[in-house]
């Protein structure tokens, strides 16, 4: 597996919401859905060579799918990580939505 294709396996996608919005303009913070084996490391090292950023800290979070019923069937959603990116001053990623 090349340096590239490891970097894309650790993250998935960034996380957009007004939430997530809101904390790129008042903390430098970016959010980003990991795959759930990585660590904190990986994901400083990914975002860093990806973006050509500096990363302050990373803080990860697992999710707990929620149950879901369709047509009186129940189900689970999947578990899932993300990862807050804080990123050094006067530094920036875009990941605005590009429909």
């Known amino acids: 597996m090349s340096a590239n294709e490891k970097v894309f396996s650790i993250l998935l996608a960034p996380r957009i919401s007004e939430k997530t919005a809101r904390l790129q303009e008042v903390s430098n913070q970016y959010v980003f859905e990991i795959s759930n084996d990585a660590t ?11 973006f050509d950023v500096k990363v ?7 999710v707990k799918g929620k149950n ?9 959603r999947g578990d899932w990580r993300k990862a807050y990116v804080r990123l050094a001053d006067g530094q920036s990623i875009d990941v605005s939505a590009k429909a």
């Open 56 to 62: 302050e800290a990373v803080n990860v979070v697992n």
């Open 40 to 50: 904190k490391a990986d994901v400083k090292a990914a975002v860093e060579q990806l």
């Open 68 to 76: 879901k019923s369709f047509r009186n069937r129940t189900g689970r």
